[in-house]
């Protein structure tokens, strides 16, 4: 692994709230941003639907990466979208493949910090999040905020990677090389997190579909459509620790120690 890589990727695994632009402008964070962040799940739909996600619903879209998830929800339900992008370089990206799509009356971008969000107070009829929150190494504060922009009654309703399956320190460490993650949630410690921040479930599962032919997919997308771009930005070093970690990330899927799943809950 090359050192500015790892000193990235460590410096992830400590990060706070003020330093979001900083921790995400690194290599990870972009790489990451090219492979999955346009991809928005149809899968989801169903739990849209049962979020209410409408027209005439306003939904915070909480880390969308380059805007896919917040633009499928407004395509698809009608809802009205503002979506909170952590890497500043990922507003103009989401603004211009905004604008493609012709959305830009129901969908906006800004950069912010999830832990430490801009919004007043209830203003939010839903939160949605697809596959990002488990970049979050403080998911408490995040949640409590998630909680404080909704109005009562309101809905949070979000997908993510979790953790399926026992792991040792040595698995530990290699799942979090790659996606940095500070750790996993299960589905379980996810629901007990939302119900200790004032949450009510509604409904929680896991995803249906092929976990391991998921990360299969977007390591394809890596080395079909992507490997000149990140080379290019980072280094063939940057672009073969990439493929590394993929491939442990789908070896762990396929073992059935990581996976996702969706949660659905309300705000009394």
Known sequence: MGDIVRRKWMKMMDAHAGEVEEVYGGPVGLIWEMLAGEDADGDLDVLAERAGLAPGTRVLALL????????????????????LVALPQMVDLAVKKNEEAGLAALVDFQQGNALEMSFKDGIFDAVWGEDAWCYVRDKDRMIREV??????????????????????????????????????????????????????????????????????????????????????????????????????????????????????????
């Not at 896919?68 to 929800?73: F, S």
């Not at 899927?253 to 309300?266: C, F, K, P, Q, S």
Request: charged content about 25%; glycine content about 12%; some cysteine.
């Open 64 to 83: 969308p990466g380059p805007g896919g998830p917040a633009r499928h929800i407004a395509r698809e339900h009608g809802a009205t979208v503002i979506g």
């Open 147 to 268: 909680y404080r922009v909704l109005k009562p009654g309101g809905t949070l309703a979000f997908a993510d990677w979790v953790q399926t399956g026992p792991m040792n320190d040595e698995e530990w460490h290699t799942q979090n090389t790659f996606r940095a993650f500070p750790y996993f949630e299960t589905l379980e410690s996810y629901a007990g997190l939302l119900e200790r921040n004032g949450f009510s479930i509604i409904d929680l599962g896991d995803l249906p579909g092929d976990s391991t032919q998921k990360i299969c997919k977007i390591r394809e997308r890596l080395e079909n459509d992507l490997r000149d771009s990140i080379v290019g930005l980072f280094g063939e070093e940057a672009y073969k620790d990439a493929l590394k970690g993929l491939d442990l990330w789908a070896m762990a899927a396929d073992r059935g120690l990581v996976g996702r799943a969706w949660l659905l809950a309300g705000k009394p």
